[in-house]
């Protein structure tokens, strides 16, 4: 999406399933994903949200590791660093899918984490530009696409009521239908 400012993000790759992670999903965050998803498949979701975040930010979600970590091709780079990825770290935002007459289209989960907890400097591969830290009451400002503003939107909601372990934390679902936003909670 040029020209507009958005979360990190990108697909699940087969090495998504794959990969070891050093903590795994929290339980309650586990029970969300799973409401439209296997347990493989929201596992890889939040591996996959691990990696791109880390290869588009430079920012490590991980754990130290003592063992000499290999695994799959899309992770090495990641394993070299001396981390695992720890999911324990990740809660579940929200999901959004785009219109069916786009030409490319996405089913993606939002993922949220303490920003202080990761290692890294803020750098990337260069796939996103104008890189930085911004304020989530500052990013309103921005050019954003719609998806990007009703996760903000959610992000905000969060951050004012956490949900605690066992809260039956409503997930956000944002799409589109005949042409019109549409939004509810699953």
């Known amino acids: 999406m040029p020209s ?11 090495g998504d399933w794959h990969a ?3 903590t795994p999903l929290h ?29 588009e ?9 003592q063992d000499e970590k290999s695994g799959p091709p899309s992770w090495q780079h990641f394993f070299e660093t001396g981390y695992s990825p720890a999911l324990h770290r ?3 935002l929200g999901r959004a899918l785009t219109p069916s007459n786009r030409p490319i289209r996405y089913d993606a989960r ?5 920003g202080t907890k990761t290692e890294g400097k803020l750098g990337g591969n260069g796939e996103l530009h ?16 719609s998806v990007t503003t009703h996760m903000l939107l959610e ?32």
């Not at 507009?4 to 087969?14: A, L, S, T």
């Not at 939002?110 to 303490?114: A, C, E, R, W, Y």
């Open 20 to 22: 070891r992670e050093a």
């Open 130 to 145: 104008d890189l930085h830290w911004v304020a989530v009451d500052h990013a309103h400002d921005l050019p954003l696409p």
């Open 110 to 114: 939002f993922f949220i984490t303490d």
């Open 27 to 55: 339980d309650h965050v586990m029970a969300r994903l799973t409401r439209r998803c296997s347990p493989g498949r929201a596992r890889a979701h939040a591996m996959a949200a691990v990696r791109e975040t880390f290869e």
């Open 57 to 65: 930010t430079g920012l490590l979600l991980g754990e130290p590791t």
């Open 155 to 186: 992000i905000e909601r969060y951050m004012a009521n956490p949900p605690k372990k066992g809260d039956d934390w409503q997930v956000s679902f944002f799409s589109h239908r005949r042409g019109r936003f549409h939004h509810h909670y699953e």
């Open 4 to 14: 507009v400012y958005v979360f990190p993000g990108g697909r699940v790759d087969v």
């Open 90 to 92: 990740l809660d579940y």
